[in-house]
């Protein structure tokens, strides 16, 4: 299993920015995963920002993001995306997916033990 996320960048206050994270090794359409969005900002811990399934229509967010942040998934692509609109200064962080298998999209997405994941990509919200 891999995942490659990609999409970051500079982005002013109020702008918007989409994330892609492209996944291989198992297919969306024939399979059973839970692809979650994770964020660090420098000296924080990592927050949990939405999940969605690779099959399913669940999807959860953080309540920072509610409202502005969408997760989405085509599955030809085997790709989930994160429509991030309103950006904020504090959005600035490096954003990552991970995925896992058999799990389902719940409000406590956050204590999976998440078990591949891919690279970062840096958002940056600043003017």
């Known amino acids: 299993l891999q995942l490659q996320a990609s999409g970051g960048g500079l982005v002013q206050p109020g702008g918007s920015m989409t994330l892609s994270c492209a996944a291989s090794g198992f297919t969306f359409a024939s399979d059973s995963y839970v692809i979650g969005w994770f964020r660090q900002a420098p000296g924080k811990a990592r927050e949990g920002v939405s999940c969605?399934?690779?099959?399913?229509?669940?999807?959860n967010y953080a309540d920072s993001v509610k409202g502005r942040f969408t997760a989405s998934r085509d599955k030809a692509k085997n790709t989930v995306y994160l429509q991030m609109n309103h950006l904020k200064p504090e959005d600035t962080a490096v954003y990552s997916c991970?995925?896992?298998?058999?799990?389902?999209?719940?409000?406590?997405?956050?204590?999976?033990?998440?078990?591949?994941w891919g690279q970062g990509t840096l958002v940056t919200v600043s003017s």
């Open positions: 991970a995925t896992l298998r058999g799990f389902h999209c719940t409000p406590y997405y956050s204590d999976y033990d998440w078990t591949t």
């Open positions: 969605i399934h690779s099959n399913d229509e669940r999807m």
